[in-house]
């Protein structure tokens, strides 16, 4: 079993910077590939980023790719996600998973309660 806190949202206004943070409980964490995904009001959740259980592979939604960067530390128990250069349409409840499966954009175990991102423009 592995809870899922996720922490760093807020208000930026376009071109900003956030860095979200998943603090994950349990001991079997670095076992677990982690993910973000994010949905904005009306749409339907989409993946974000995800990152292998070392750590040594990273996948990212085209949308985000060369703005966001996805990372864990395994002694923390924690991953990130790095929001560079943000837009408007980056605004969207922000989730972290963890996948006990391989990395890729599906088949998550677990979810966190999500934060919110909100880009003024």
């Known amino acids: 079993q592995v809870q899922l806190v996720e922490s760093g949202g807020g208000l930026v206004q376009a071109g900003g910077s956030l860095r979200l943070s998943c603090a994950a409980s349990?001991?079997?964490?670095?076992?677990?590939?982690m993910g973000w995904f994010r949905q904005a009001p009306g749409k339907e959740r989409e993946f974000v980023a995800a990152?292998?259980?070392?750590?040594?592979?990273?996948y990212y939604a085209d949308s985000v790719k060369g703005r966001f960067t996805i990372s864990r530390d395994n002694a923390k128990n924690t991953v990130y996600l790095q929001m560079n250069s943000l837009k408007p349409e980056d605004t969207a409840v922000y989730y972290c998973a963890a996948a006990a499966t391989k990395l890729g954009t599906a088949g998550y175990d677990y979810w966190g309660q999500g934060t919110q991102v909100t880009v003024s423009s």
């Open positions: 349990g001991r079997t964490f670095s076992s677990y590939a």
């Open positions: 990152i292998s259980w070392s750590g040594g592979s990273t």
